[in-house]
């Protein structure tokens, strides 16, 4: 996925702290840390982001003049319900964090190609394997989750009952 545009991560508020749209937030951030032109493509929703951030926004609602060479990154859920998204003439991409949501985001579409998608990414090799396997999609590139591991790591174990 060569990179030449500007890129948009896709995402909407939904009034409630979500992980899935704080990794969109974090794609975003590191992506612009390393030179690149990304932003989040701000679709309007319920409430507030419930994210603290550093990325750069660009409101949905205010035109934007895609190029062929910009990419879009839309979520794994919304892929069909985005048709003013995927009518744009520039790249598209799904990054799926949730191969539980894949039908409901193609909407009866056959598949991703089927709507325009160039490609598809997966936040695990579970959920790659499941795009390739059982959706027959050829390429998925799997970019981990960035997990602070000196915040999130294992504790010691104690024997107790949990109910």
Known sequence: MA????????????????????TLFRHVE?????GFDAAIY?????G???????????????PVEPHP??????????????????????????????HFYIFAGLGGAPSYAALGIEG?????????HFLRCDLGVADVSVIPYAI????FRPRSKRR???F
């Open 3 to 22: 990179a030449g545009g500007r890129i948009f991560y896709v995402a909407r508020p939904f009034g409630a702290p979500m992980g899935g749209i704080a």
């Open 30 to 34: 590191i992506l612009v840390s390393r």
């Open 42 to 46: 701000l679709l309007p929703g319920e």
């Open 48 to 62: 507030e982001l419930f994210v603290r951030h550093h990325a750069p926004i660009v409101d949905a609602r205010q």
């Open 69 to 98: 060479d910009d990419i879009f990154v839309l979520p794994e859920a919304w892929v069909a319900h985005l048709p003013a998204i995927l009518a744009l003439p520039a790249r598209k991409y799904v990054f799926c964090q949730n």
């Open 120 to 128: 598809v990414f997966a936040s695990s090799g579970i959920i790659a």
């Open 148 to 151: 602070d591991t000196t915040l």
């Open 160 to 162: 107790q009952i949990a």
